[in-house]
């Protein structure tokens, strides 16, 4: 059972369902910000952009289409895409001070990504088709760096929202943020599929918060 949900044919389907979920919503928080001009679907867009992006390289990934740049671009992509969704929860605040504090906080850490990727060598570590290899020790730790924080500004700031206005959609992007931030930690040995499922999960839940 397990070599069905790992196959090929599996993956490439997942892949291509999830990136088709996030499309629509990231077009639905680009609309958004054009609409209301505000900071917070701003950031919130560029985030599930770059969701998007990470999953149309995951596309790419599953018909084993893959060199150095494409695998960087993925790691550049899934970093930063935690920190651009916690910058725009931090707008919700309406707290200058800790929105500056944050950003001058996920320029520096971007910057550490940037240089990480720049001067290591990655080689191809796709398992089954998905990434699921061993990364050099310098990215691991500027990308944790950049996403542990970012994954818990996120989850501090919905709560907070979510006292305020008791509003139910919060729960739902608490937990939505929570599974896509933590998604590529969900590999398990000989069942990496696991990934999509957290990523379908997520997106559903982003979903739900965001309309």
Same mark, same amino acid.
């Not at 060199?67 to 931090?90: C, D, E, M, P, W």
């Not at 699921?132 to 970012?150: D, E, R």
């Given at each position: 059972?397990? @070599? ?21 919503? $990231? ?5 958004? %910000? ?24 995951? &596309? /790419?990934? @599953? ?14 992509? *899934?970093? %930063? ?5 916690? /910058? ?25 990504? &940037? ?8 080689? #191809?570590?796709?398992? #089954? ?9 310098? *990215?691991?730790? @500027?990308?944790?760096?950049?996403? %542990? ?11 907070? @929202? ?30 990496? $599929? ?5 990523? %379908?999960?997520?997106? /559903? /839940? ?6």
């Amino acid at each position: 059972m397990s @070599s069905i949900f790992s196959s090929e044919l599996f993956i490439e389907f997942s892949t291509i369902l999830i990136f088709l979920l996030t499309v629509p919503l $990231a077009s639905l928080m680009t609309y958004k %910000f054009i609409k209301k001009k505000g900071k917070s679907q701003l950031y919130w867009s560029i985030g599930l952009w770059l969701f998007g992006l990470g999953v149309l390289l995951e &596309v /790419l990934f @599953s018909f084993n289409i893959y060199n150095a740049f494409l695998i960087k671009t993925y790691l550049v992509a *899934v970093a %930063f895409l935690v920190s651009f969704l916690a /910058l725009g929860s931090t707008a919700l605040l309406k707290n200058k001070k800790i929105f500056n504090y944050y950003a001058i906080f996920f320029i520096l850490s971007a910057i550490f990504v &940037v240089y990480s990727l720049i001067v290591s060598s990655i080689s #191809n570590i796709l398992t #089954n088709y998905v990434v699921f290899g061993i990364l050099p020790l310098l *990215v691991v730790i @500027s990308s944790s760096i950049m996403t %542990f924080p970012a994954a818990a500004t996120l989850i501090a700031v919905a709560l907070i @929202s979510y006292r305020k206005t008791s509003n139910k959609k919060m729960l739902s992007i608490i937990a939505g943020v929570v599974i896509v931030s933590i998604a590529g930690s969900l590999y398990i040995a000989h069942f990496p $599929a696991f990934l999509y499922y957290s990523e %379908f999960i997520g997106i /559903l /839940l982003l979903w739900l918060g965001f309309i």
